[in-house]
Nanobody
Framework: QVQLVESGGGLVRAGGSLSVSCAAS????????MGWYRQAPGKQRELVAV???????DYADSVKGRFTISRDFARNTVYLQMNSLKPEDTAVYYC??????????????????WGQGTQVTVSS
């Protein structure tokens, strides 16, 4: 089993900054992509930012230039620094990791895992 534990988030005024982090632990052989998604009330979950196993990053157009995703490969941790926050950034932010597990049988198993979600609220 793999667990993703998120921390950070909270309440901030428009124009402010927040950061969130997510640490993966458990039966991890390799983590491929790690990323952040968000879901606002009444809306579908959407990709915010992702960092690949090779360190390549990609962002939703709505957050480019304001958010920065980074990753500590040694600690299996991904971070999201959010600057110049807007009320429309208000959502529950979820960490996602594409994890490969190696079982004692020699078989590999790869699947997505999700964190529990952390609330980010931006007031106008």
């Amino acid at each position: 089993q793999v667990q993703l534990v998120e921390s950070g988030g909270g309440l901030v005024r428009a124009g402010g900054s927040l950061s969130v982090s997510c640490a993966a632990s458990g039966s991890i052989f390799n983590i491929n992509d790690m990323g952040w998604y968000r879901q606002a009330p009444g809306k579908q979950r959407e990709l915010v930012a992702v960092v690949t196993g090779g360190g390549i990053t990609d962002y939703a157009d709505s957050v480019k230039g304001r958010f920065t995703i980074s990753r500590d490969f040694a600690r299996n941790t991904v971070y999201l620094q959010m600057n110049s926050l807007k009320p429309e950034d208000t959502a529950v932010y979820y960490c996602n990791a594409d994890v490969t597990t190696l079982y004692s049988s020699g078989q590999y198993y790869r699947r997505d895992y999700w964190g529990q979600g952390t609330q980010v609220t931006v007031s106008s």
